[in-house]
T-cell receptor
């Protein structure tokens, strides 16, 4: 069964450093997402991406964050200058063989980001 | 504003019993709901979804019920097994073209042998 894959599984970074989280969505999906989950809390939406541009973003997704689909398979989340409060699990998801809302989003197993 | 909440943070059942996990949502504009299962160290795993034009949907050993009148969603798991132990989240999507899922806090289901 096709799945979303994320690398690395765990990333440890010094505060103030840049970090790039990588994702390979399910092939032929059209919509891509990043969510995060701080330990013990709810999963929170960060950003959605469709047709090579951001379609929606949350208040969390400020100027320190950016997303990119550099080729036909990868989808990345970059945090330019990490802060302690960026420590969380970051999940990538994809959906939509045909596009549109009301499609199940399928998640990867996440990258645990630890900021020191 | 948008919010999805769960009535119980933990649920403990005996193996073989049926489990019912509840979810309350406050956004009447939500028209699509998903239940996810999250095992330790893993990402949310899709279980079942339901659209607002339905009130019941069945899968393999799972049933989702939607009551739009009281804005309540439930997940029923039949013949619960130890492998069902996990945290279960409901998530909602609001109509109007938004792709964002709003997640609830989660219910931890423990299945005792």
């Amino acid at each position: 069964e096709p799945e979303v894959t994320q690398t690395p599984s765990h990333q440890v970074t010094q505060m103030g450093q840049e970090v790039i989280l990588r994702c390979v969505p399910i092939s032929n999906h059209l919509y891509f997402y990043w969510y995060r989950q701080i330990l013990g809390q709810k999963v929170e939406f960060l950003v959605s991406f469709y047709n090579n541009e951001i379609s929606e973003k949350s208040e969390i997704f400020d100027d320190q964050f950016s997303v990119e689909r550099p080729d036909g398979s990868n989808f990345t989340l970059k945090i330019r200058s990490t802060k302690l409060e960026d420590s969380a699990m970051y999940f990538c998801a994809s959906s939509g063989l045909t596009g549109g809302s009301n499609q199940p989003q399928h998640f990867g197993d996440g990258t645990r980001l630890s900021i020191l | 504003g948008e919010s999805v909440g769960l009535h119980l943070p933990t649920l403990s059942v005996q193996e073989g019993d049926n489990s019912i996990i509840n979810c309350a949502y406050s956004n009447s504009a939500s028209d699509y709901f998903i239940w996810y299962k999250q095992e330790s160290g893993k990402g949310p795993q899709f279980i079942i979804d339901i659209r607002s034009n339905m009130d019941k949907r069945q899968g393999q050993r799972v049933t989702v019920l939607l009551n739009k009148t009281v804005k309540h969603l439930s997940l029923q798991i039949a013949a619960t097994q130890p492998g069902d132990s996990a945290v279960y989240f409901c998530a909602e999507n609001t109509q109007g073209g938004s792709e964002k899922l709003v997640f609830g806090k989660g219910t931890k289901l423990t299945v005792n042998p």
